[in-house]
């Protein structure tokens, strides 16, 4: 018999219980390459609207089958999910904080300016945040503001629910790191090719071996954040 620990299927409960409270349109927010060397850090969103979830007519599978945590997915099943989630999600969207801001402010004030772009970007769409589910124990949208975001469009939702491992366990979490990343992914990738001596096809911008010896041979590139120690020379 198999002592494997069964992955987690994310479900629409936490959803599904602030819908009940009055809030219908229910958005996932992740976050993707905080601990990177280099790139972006980037924040992936899914809104979802409960009422018209809960009203169409069911299916099995649901539409959002085989979503899970992006950790848990190979690349290509990855892929192949961030294409679909369009069609169940009200609103999707991924901001991104470049090197330089995270220099500047900090990793945690720049998720924060990643996550307004991206409920900037459903906003422009019209499509409006009710509640947010935010992965972790810390309520990085809340930081002090910077670049004057604090006047920005974008603004916080009512509700914020931070919730530890809710990319393993709600949907719209789950879709959310999906999305940021697979885009933040296909960056890299891109950027590698202007910068290939760093291997980020690979390791994303993580610090793997051939990304620390590239530092080490060739020194940093624009994509590095510098305030970091990077053992380069």
């Known amino acids: 018999m198999s002592s494997a620990t069964p992955r987690t299927v994310p479900t629409l409960e936490l959803e599904t219980e602030l819908a009940r409270a009055g809030h219908?349109?229910?958005a996932g927010m992740d976050e993707v390459g905080r601990g990177a060397l280099a790139g972006p850090a980037s924040v992936g969103l899914a809104v979802l609207d409960l009422e018209r979830m809960a009203g169409g007519a069911p299916s099995d599978p649901p539409p959002w089958h085989g979503v899970r945590d992006s950790k848990?997915?190979?690349?290509a099943r990855r892929a192949a999910l961030a294409g679909t989630i369009a069609a169940w999600a009200v609103g999707t969207a991924v901001g991104h904080a470049q090197p330089r801001e995270i220099d500047q402010f900090g990793v945690t004030a720049a998720l924060r300016l990643a996550g307004?772009?991206?409920?900037a970007t459903v906003?422009?769409?019209g499509t409006r945040v009710d509640a947010l589910i935010l992965d972790g124990s810390h309520n990085w949208l809340d930081a002090p503001p910077v670049l004057g975001q604090d006047a920005n469009d974008a603004a916080l939702p009512p509700v914020v629910r931070t919730f530890v491992r809710a990319d393993a366990h709600c949907?719209?979490?789950a879709a959310a790191s999906i999305l940021a990343k697979v885009e933040r992914d296909e960056l890299m990738v891109s950027l590698g090719r202007e910068f290939p001596a760093y291997a980020w096809e690979s390791n994303k911008g993580y610090g793997s071996a051939v990304h620390r010896a590239a530092l080490l041979e060739h020194g940093t590139t624009p994509q590095h954040r510098l305030s970091w120690n990077l053992g380069a020379r």
């Open 24 to 26: 219908r349109f229910v």
């Open 72 to 75: 848990a997915l190979s690349p």
């Open 116 to 119: 307004l772009r991206a409920l």
């Open 123 to 125: 906003a422009a769409h």
């Open 171 to 173: 949907v719209s979490v």
